[in-house]
């Protein structure tokens, strides 16, 4: 039963169409949690002058044991005041993505900047425009000789290597630049509510993907939108929404939902209780949406009598629910740490046994001897 079900599993993933094979950017269901992997115009945005976040996802472990997919990040930032209201924010980020038996392997070390320009308001409530870019360096890898092609089967079930795969690569790793920039708006009301809206261009250079150096592959641009917002009221309760849509080349990916926050302790809206501690919990339900393409071929009659048949092919795009992911989150003064899971109820679900992904995160925020009253949202 576990070789029918991850056969059955590679099947689906197959039909999904050419987008699901075609290298694409990793994403994090806790999108609010990897700023700098969202849009580099949050670098330094941020309750705090400095920042370090981890984060990791492991997805597809109940169908492919080790050969999970798996993906890591580290980012640190930092921000400098620069006048009575505006900063500078800088910082860098390092991450690393393993795909299936055959190691298919991305490594990204970036740098990033942005630059935060107060466009109103006064003190505590205001209105912020921030322009950021980044710049890296990715590495791809994949090991060749872990792939099985359909010319390597010898037609009664089994797999024979020696059959030659009919395929010529000629390196199996590679190095490309990459730039993408970044805007983002955000208005503070108070120190504990506050509103953000921005969008991302990755991938503005299109560096070349193919193992085969005679090609040119482009790597597909990326547009991003997201907006998010944290509302907490006079209350111990409040609402943290947001939403994120990647488009990138003809794939396409909604993720949106919100979490509720509840203060504990002796905290009051954020504030330290009589034992110097601020402590918050989150719980939330988020939905993931995502594009299918899927080829269609249709074959009609010739004009004239003996002539070939015409064959045209278009493309069939459906939008499909992909997963419910469940979170939650626990805050304790400068710390922040994440969990989510993703319930997979996609076609994949027979396969999966509705299993999809687990991921975990940290936020660690560094204070400084900043006194400006000048709020950011929080991630």
Not at 83 to 97: E, Q
Not at 156 to 169: A, K, N, V, Y
Not at 283 to 300: C, D, E, F, K, M
Request: aromatic share 14%; proline share 3%; glycine share 12%.
């Amino acid at each position: 039963m576990k070789v029918l079900r991850t056969l059955l599993f590679v099947i689906v993933i197959f039909s999904l169409g050419n987008t699901s094979l075609k290298a694409q950017d990793i994403h994090f269901s806790q999108f609010y949690m990897s700023p700098l992997n969202l849009n580099p115009a949050l670098t330094g945005v941020m309750n705090s002058q400095v920042r370090v976040v981890g984060n990791y996802r492991n997805q597809w472990a109940s169908v492919l044991k080790s050969n999970a997919f798996s993906t890591y990040s580290v980012s640190y930032d930092q921000k400098i005041a620069v006048g009575r209201y505006d900063y500078f924010g800088i910082g860098g980020t390092f991450w690393g993505d393993k795909a299936g038996q055959s190691d298919f392997k991305t490594l990204q070390g970036k740098l990033s900047a942005a630059y935060s320009k107060r466009m109103g308001g006064y003190r505590s409530k205001s209105h912020y425009l921030v322009v950021g870019a980044e710049a890296g360096v990715s590495q791809r890898s994949i090991d060749f000789l872990n792939l099985q092609w359909g010319s390597q089967h010898d037609g009664e079930g089994g797999f024979d290597g020696s059959l030659g795969s009919g395929e010529t690569f000629d390196r199996d790793n590679f190095l490309f630049a990459d730039l993408s920039a970044g805007l983002l708006w955000f208005t503070v009301f108070d120190e504990y509510s506050n509103f953000y809206i921005g969008g991302a261009f990755s991938h503005l250079n299109r560096a070349n993907q193919s193992f085969d150096s005679t090609q040119d592959v482009p790597l597909y641009s990326k547009f991003t939108i997201h907006a998010g917002a944290e509302l907490m009221g006079k209350s111990r309760v409040g609402l943290v929404p947001g939403m994120v849509a990647f488009f990138q080349g003809p794939s396409f990916e909604l993720n949106a939902g919100t979490s509720i926050k509840f203060l504990m302790g002796g905290s009051k809206r954020g504030r330290r209780g009589s034992s110097g501690t601020t402590q918050s919990f989150q719980i939330g339900a988020w939905t993931r949406l995502a594009n299918r393409v899927n080829g269609v071929v249709s074959t009609i009659p010739g004009p004239n009598p003996g002539d070939p048949p015409i064959v045209t092919r278009s493309d069939d795009v459906s939008i499909w629910l992909d997963a419910v992911i469940l979170s939650t989150r626990f805050d304790y003064n400068d710390f922040g740490i994440g969990f989510s899971y993703d319930v997979n109820v996609s076609s994949l679900k027979p396969a999966s046994n509705s299993n999809g992904a687990f991921e975990f995160s940290i936020i660690y925020n560094i204070q400084g001897n900043e006194k400006r009253n000048v709020y950011c949202p929080n991630f």
